[in-house]
Each structure stands twice: as C-alpha cells, then as structure tokens.
C-alpha cells in the first residue's frame, strides 16, 4: 500500500499547473460574452442519478459513468453531460419559453484503458432552449464566432455536419454495417458495401463518395444533386441556408460523413478544431427531441468548449 500514495489512479491526470491563470482569463472571457448575451450562468450538481442519462439514450454507455448506489438504492452518477440535466432543469419550469443557460464545470467519462487519457473533461458551454430553425442555429454560430477569439489560439477551424442526414440515411442504408464503415471513413469497405446491395443510383452514388464529403460548399451542392429523399434534402438545404448567412465562411468546412457524438442531436452539428489538438476543443448541435423525454416539445441547440483541450493546443502552439 505505501508505495501508492505517490501514485495516481489512472483515472486521473495529474494536477494541471502551466497556464492555470490562462485557464481562468480565458474562462472569465467566455464568462462575459455568454451573460453579455442574456445566459444565466448555472452551477449544476454533480450527482445526477444513472436513469436519467439512460432514459435518454445519450450514447455514453453506462461503463463510462462513475457510479455508485446511494442510501435509497438507487444508481448515482458524477455528471456526463451538462446538456441532459439542464434539459431537466428547464423541463421543471412551467413555461416553455425561450430560455439561455451558461455553464463552467466538469464533465466525466470514463475509458477502458487510459493510456493516459483523462476522464475528466472541463467544460464552458451554452444552451439555448425554445429557439427554433435557422434562427437558433444562427444565434449559436454567431456565438461559437464571437467566443472563438477568448481562446488565443491562432488556427481555428469549425466543421459542420448534419445529423438529420444521417439519421434519414442510417434509416434509409438500414443496415447496421454502414455506420461502422462511416465511422472509418473506409472508402473501399464502403466500396464492397454497396456493392453487396441493390440501392437505386442515387444512393449508391451519395454512399460511394460519403467518406470523402468534407470540404466547402461545394460538397453540399455536389451531395445535392444526388438526393432526392426529401428529408436528405431538407438537411442539405438547412446548411446551405445556414453557410449564406453566417458570418464564418472563411473557417467553415462541411463534413457529411460526421456521426453524432451524442445520439440527441437532430440537426446541425458543430465541431471545433485547433491544429494542435488531437480532439475537437468545441462540441455543440441542435437537439430538438430531448425535452420530449420530459413531455415538452421544446427545439434546441447548444455547443460546449473543451478547456482542458484548449489549454493542452495552447501549449503545443507555443512550443511550435
Ligand atoms: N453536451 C455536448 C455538447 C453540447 C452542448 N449542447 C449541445 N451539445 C458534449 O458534451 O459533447
């Protein structure tokens, strides 16, 4: 036993010393754009209980919770997201108005094996919950935009993608397989893939050149001339209208072979990149079916900035 008290479980990172004082300007920065727009910020609990991410379906598997049964029997968990308990906290207010949350905290997830990853993942982020469509998508984005120059990192690049387009095509392809060759981006199982099945031209077309759609516009009026499913369509549409009207043309790129990161997302989704970072430093989408789990019909979107990531490419940039 003695020997362990100089060790840490692998769970844990050590302590984070270089830039704490960074973190903090950083977060204070965020902290003023998001109440200058009108977020409350909030300080949520970290105990939540284990059923309300699964009734859920989140897509973080019970394995990734530390949890525990309290006095009542009943499956705790530390926090796994900040999204699904402030859906929680908005459901327990009467009315379904437009409502803006802002949050500072950390999230945990556990790994299999480590391999020196953390569990732990500190996260400033915003929810905008009763803001519908093109509208709310482009108050976020206009956010994400603003919020991007706290972080003092030089390159920074947002992908978009579409999760009513994938949904629509997972439904459509209907065959468990795809996801997982999407998820690869494996441009010739994909190949075998349709191969082995009878899809009209359209479709096998839109699936062969899947794992490569990445890139500007272009690669939504390229998609575009290969659908005809209405809701694909839709989905296409939606960020076609979006790229028109944002502000980040420049930094925008289209990714359609993106997969969920969390199974709630219904419409855009959103990641953050840095050069000098291995993992997006920003998460977000548009998530209008959650609040139906709490008997409300409520459209929302949100996106959330990794700050231990940030810090961690702050200092590569520096080195380089
Ligand atoms: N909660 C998401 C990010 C997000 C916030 N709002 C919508 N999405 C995550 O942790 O990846």
């Known amino acids: 036993m003695e020997e362990f008290k100089y060790l840490i479980p692998e769970e844990s990172i050590d302590a984070i010393m270089n830039n704490v004082s960074k973190l903090r300007d950083i977060e204070n920065d965020l902290r003023h754009i998001f109440v200058e727009h ?13 059923e309300l991410y699964n009734d859920m379906d989140i897509g973080i598997d019970e394995e990734k919770m530390f949890q525990y049964i309290n006095y009542e029997g009943k499956r705790v968990a530390l926090r796994v997201d900040f ?15 437009e409502k ?33 469509g093109v ?10 935009l603003e919020t991007m120059q706290c ?30 060759i999407l998820k690869r981006r494996d441009l010739s199982a ?39 499913d209405p809701l694909l369509k ?35 989704m959103l990641k953050g ?8 430093i920003m998460n977000g989408g548009r998530y209008d079916k959650l609040m139906n789990h709490f008997q409300r019909q409520v459209p929302a979107i949100g996106f959330s900035y990794d700050l231990s990531h940030i810090l961690k490419a702050l200092e590569k940039e520096e080195e380089a």
């Open 190 to 228: 994909m190949k075998d893939f349709v191969e082995s099945h009878h899809f009209d031209s359209h479709l096998h077309d839109l699936l062969l050149m899947l794992p490569q759609a990445f890139g500007d516009i272009q690669v939504l009026y390229q998609v575009q001339s290969l659908i005809d």
């Open 83 to 97: 999204t699904v308990p402030l859906a929680r906290l908005y459901s327990s207010q009467k009315e379904n108005g």
């Open 273 to 280: 990149y840095s050069p000098y970072s291995a993992e997006p």
């Open 234 to 268: 839709e989905a296409i549409e939606e960020c076609i209208h979006l790229y028109q009207q944002s502000k980040m043309k420049d930094i925008l790129t289209f990714d359609l072979a993106m997969t969920p990161m969390m199974k709630y997302y219904t419409g855009i």
């Open 135 to 144: 509208a709310g998508d482009l108050e976020c984005l206009e956010l994400v």
């Open 38 to 50: 009108g977020y409350l910020e909030v300080l949520m609990p970290s105990f939540e209980y284990v």
């Open 100 to 132: 803006r949350y802002c949050y500072f905290g950390k999230v945990y997830r556990k790994e299999k094996r480590h391999k020196g990853r953390s569990s732990e993942f500190f996260q400033a982020g915003i929810e905008l919950l009763g803001k519908a």
């Open 151 to 180: 972080l003092r990192l030089k390159t920074l690049r947002i992908e978009m993608g579409s999760a009513q387009f994938y949904n629509r095509l997972v439904e459509i392809v209907d065959d468990e397989k795809f996801v997982n």
